[in-house]
């Protein structure tokens, strides 16, 4: 198996989300005693959280981009960075090591193109949705995306950043998540595009309306594929 490293703590929730259902695959390929080789650099949040000017974007490029040469140089084959916002600076990232840096959207892409989804809806971070950086990478696969409404975009902010990133998961965000799921079907979706590692702690990704594409066990799929040789 091949080692892959995992530059994580944004948040250490959805960090602990990928080393599960990564052990998980790794496990169900390669046996019940087989657990992942993997390497994980848990990242300080606080000082890359809601970031907004350039300033900011191109530090926290620098911090990753130092994380990800940590791991090559400590024997990853491959890297992840465990959170979909910060996919922002994924070139800063991949061009400061040799190993592969497996893009989250693009493995999305890929999952949602083999099922024949034409039309989908992404819910996350503000930035995810509305700016270019991931919604681009789904399109590539000729997926149609609905535009942002900025009232979802409002509501899935304030409860990424307000509760699911600090462990944070209520029955009123699962019914505001529902009821933007449903009108998001009403308006066309065929599926829905979990933009954000923690989201899949208020949605049903398992039983809802409409097929649910989680990024996050999405990439640990890529990730075990990876360490298997696949």
Known sequence: MRKIGLIGGMSWYSTRTYYEH?????????????SAPLLIESLDFTDLVRLSTD?????AGGVLADSAKRL???????????????H??????AGAVSVPVLHIA???????AASAVKKAALLGARNVMVETFYRQKLIAHDIELLPP???????????????LIIGKATRQSERELKTIITNLEQDGAQAIVLGCTELEMVVDVDAN???????????SDAAVDWIMGG
């Open 106 to 112: 693009e493995a999305v892409g890929q999952r949602m």
């Open 55 to 59: 300033d900011d974007w191109k530090r």
């Open 72 to 86: 090559e140089a400590a024997g990853a084959t491959a890297l992840l960075i465990g959170t979909n916002a910060m």
């Open 149 to 163: 409404e900025m009232a979802f975009v409002d509501t899935l902010d304030r409860i990424i950043y307000d509760e």
């Open 22 to 34: 990564i052990n998980r695959g790794v496990q169900a390929k390669a046996g019940k005693q087989a």
């Open 209 to 219: 309306v409409l097929p649910i594409y989680d990024c996050t066990r999405i990439h």
């Open 88 to 93: 922002k600076v994924y070139d800063a990232v």
